[in-house]
């Protein structure tokens, strides 16, 4: 089942993805509008807004992109370009939201845009004392300030009535990252806090009858992994048999990865579930939440790349 079940449930629904110009973030709104929720989509890249707080990436993807494709799939996609380091431009778009929809219910926290600066894998494993500090640093203001500056100036409008959803994206649980080194100290503390994050969220939440949950998707094939590997979403196997000329096969574990949609989807089943505050403070995977709702990826699968799985359930 792709969550049909679930059609039109989000239609009242106002949510912000923060962070939703590519990847995780874009699959998220995508999978809150096909059940027709009103999807605010921020980040950094614009088509027509400042060049100057573009994204690191310097890649074609832009926040009007994700809106119209939320408009496409049956939603009403907004895109409102905002750098989340930034208090006062945050705190705007607060106002802007308080002032057009009043509201609130799903904030989703999947700000990131330090993929280039956690280094190539030979770079992988440098100590601290190595590593350069001043992108060390840059990775937890991407990744940790953001979030919390987010929360910050939109919780005010999740809380002022029950039922609130905050979604916190992040990169392995809590469980395994509490067991697995990350990559470096940065990246790791990164990782780490996020989860946290909904934990202590959840905590400050509960009184208003509001929800916090940690999500983390699987080997996810965004535009950079497609990229990397000379495919598309349409023919993303291709990359496991090294038949694209002039790049990389990719590892056989590749054959376990998930579709951004897979963790759009879930995250769309518990904005629209009634008792989702089952997941307050917890920390999931989207394979996780597919078992729970019995929701699969775009190609009738559903992957799971922490436990090595594949389940053919079409």
Same mark, same amino acid.
């Given at each position: $089942?792709?969550?049909?079940?679930?059609?039109?449930?989000?239609?009242?629904?106002?949510? /912000?993805?923060?962070?939703?110009?590519?990847?995780?973030?874009?699959?998220?709104?995508?999978?809150?509008?096909? *059940?027709?929720?009103?999807?605010?989509?921020? #980040?950094?890249?614009?088509?027509?807004?400042?060049?100057?707080?573009?994204?690191?990436?310097?890649?074609?993807?832009?926040?009007?992109?994700?809106?119209?494709?939320?408009t +496409?799939?049956g939603?009403?996609?907004?895109?409102?370009?905002v +750098? %989340?380091?930034?208090?006062?431009? /945050?705190?705007?778009?607060?106002?802007?939201?308080?002032?057009? %929809?009043?509201?609130?219910?799903?904030?989703?926290?999947?700000?990131?845009?330090?993929?280039? &600066?956690?280094?190539?894998p030979?770079?992988?494993?440098?100590?601290?004392?190595? *590593?350069? &500090?001043?992108? #060390?640093?840059?990775?937890?203001?991407?990744?940790?300030?953001?979030?919390?500056?987010?929360? %910050? *100036?939109?919780?005010?409008?999740?809380?002022?009535?029950?039922?609130?959803?905050?979604?916190?994206?992040?990169?392995?649980?809590?469980?395994?990252?509490?067991? *697995?080194?990350?990559?470096? /100290?940065?990246?790791?503390?990164?990782?780490?806090?996020v989860?946290?994050?909904?934990?202590?969220?959840?905590?400050?939440?509960?009184?208003?009858?509001?929800?916090?949950?940690?999500?983390?998707?699987?080997?996810?094939?965004?535009?950079? $992994? &497609?990229?990397?590997?000379?495919?598309?979403?349409?023919?993303?196997?291709?990359?496991?048999?090294?038949?694209?000329?002039?790049?990389?096969?990719?590892?056989?574990?590749?054959?376990?990865?998930?579709?951004?949609?897979?963790?759009g989807?879930? /995250?769309?089943?518990i904005?629209?579930?009634?008792?989702? %505050?089952?997941?307050?403070?917890?920390?999931?995977?989207?394979?996780?939440?597919?078992?729970?709702?019995?929701?699969?990826? &775009? +190609?009738?699968?559903?992957?799971?790349?922490?436990?090595?799985?594949?389940?053919?359930t079409?």
């Amino acid at each position: $089942m792709a969550g049909s079940s679930l059609h039109g449930r989000l239609r009242d629904c106002v949510a /912000v993805v923060a962070g939703a110009t590519r990847g995780a973030g874009r699959g998220i709104a995508a999978g809150l509008a096909e *059940h027709g929720a009103t999807v605010v989509c921020t #980040g950094r890249s614009s088509r027509d807004g400042d060049p100057a707080i573009r994204s690191d990436y310097h890649r074609p993807e832009c926040i009007e992109d994700t809106a119209e494709l939320v408009t +496409d799939l049956g939603g009403r996609g907004i895109a409102h370009q905002v +750098d %989340h380091c930034d208090p006062d431009r /945050v705190q705007e778009l607060a106002e802007q939201i308080r002032g057009d %929809h009043g509201h609130i219910d799903v904030l989703v926290n999947d700000i990131w845009g330090a993929e280039e &600066l956690k280094g190539p894998p030979s770079t992988w494993n440098t100590p601290i004392w190595e *590593h350069d &500090l001043d992108s #060390g640093l840059r990775i937890l203001r991407l990744a940790i300030d953001t979030h919390l500056i987010t929360s %910050h *100036h939109l919780l005010p409008l999740l809380v002022d009535r029950p039922g609130g959803l905050v979604v916190e994206v992040t990169d392995g649980t809590t469980e395994f990252n509490a067991d *697995h080194y990350r990559i470096s /100290v940065f990246y790791d503390l990164a990782k780490v806090a996020v989860n946290r994050l909904a934990f202590s969220q959840g905590h400050e939440l509960a009184p208003f009858g509001a929800t916090a949950v940690a999500v983390t998707p699987g080997w996810l094939r965004s535009e950079m $992994m &497609l990229e990397n590997f000379g495919v598309e979403e349409s023919n993303w196997r291709a990359a496991l048999d090294g038949s694209v000329d002039g790049f990389p096969s990719a590892p056989a574990g590749f054959g376990l990865s998930e579709s951004p949609r897979f963790v759009g989807r879930g /995250v769309a089943a518990i904005a629209a579930d009634p008792a989702r %505050h089952r997941w307050n403070q917890q920390s999931v995977t989207s394979a996780d939440l597919a078992r729970h709702y019995a929701l699969t990826d &775009l +190609d009738g699968t559903r992957p799971d790349s922490w436990n090595g799985e594949r389940a053919e359930t079409c």
